[in-house]
């Protein structure tokens, strides 16, 4: 009588559908046609509806690029703060989400809340570090003026950028 590939003192006659491995009970795993084994029963990040290498780079790339042209049209055009900063964020969000082909993953979310601080960045330094008489939220009572200048943006596009993948 065969024993379980991973378990030589344990006699069985059940087997892996895939690769014929010998299993015992206690390593019998159940996929979607059949009985598999350990190995077998991985899946690839593709089946399990990750997103992959390429799908990550392309987010990355496209999230940047309309971070970068977000961020210095927002330092040049005017800025307006945590208004501003929301708005950015979602609209890279958004172009994370579609240039990574609409994945949710977590790490699609990383790229586009680092892609919305790069923004942030770019409009801070092209406006001086002042916003133009900017529209802050009630942060103008609680934090002194880099707090304004920097944070509050900085947190709304955060906001925005993570909003956009929970909304749709």
């Not at 890279?92 to 993953?105: E, I, M, N, T």
């Amino acid at each position: 009588m065969p024993t379980c590939h991973y378990h030589p003192n344990v006699e069985t006659l059940v087997s892996c559908g895939r690769c014929g491995k010998p299993l015992c009970p206690g390593c019998v795993g159940h996929g979607a046609t059949g009985v598999r084994c350990k190995e077998c029963l991985r899946q690839s990040p593709r089946a399990l509806g990750l997103a992959t290498g390429r799908h990550i780079a392309r987010a990355t790339v496209i999230a940047l690029v309309v971070s970068l042209a977000l961020g210095a049209g927002f330092g040049i055009f005017g800025w307006r703060g945590g208004v501003s900063g929301l708005v950015l964020g979602f609209v890279v969000g958004s172009a994370a989400f579609l240039g990574s082909r609409r994945h949710r993953d977590v790490s699609i979310q990383v790229v586009a809340v680092m892609a919305a601080l790069v923004g942030v960045v770019v409009a801070t330094r092209l406006t001086g570090g002042l916003f133009s008489r900017a529209a802050h939220l009630p942060t103008r009572v609680f934090l002194p003026t880099w707090g304004r200048v920097y944070v509050e943006p900085a947190l709304t596009a955060v906001i925005g950028a993570i909003l956009r993948f929970r909304v749709w």
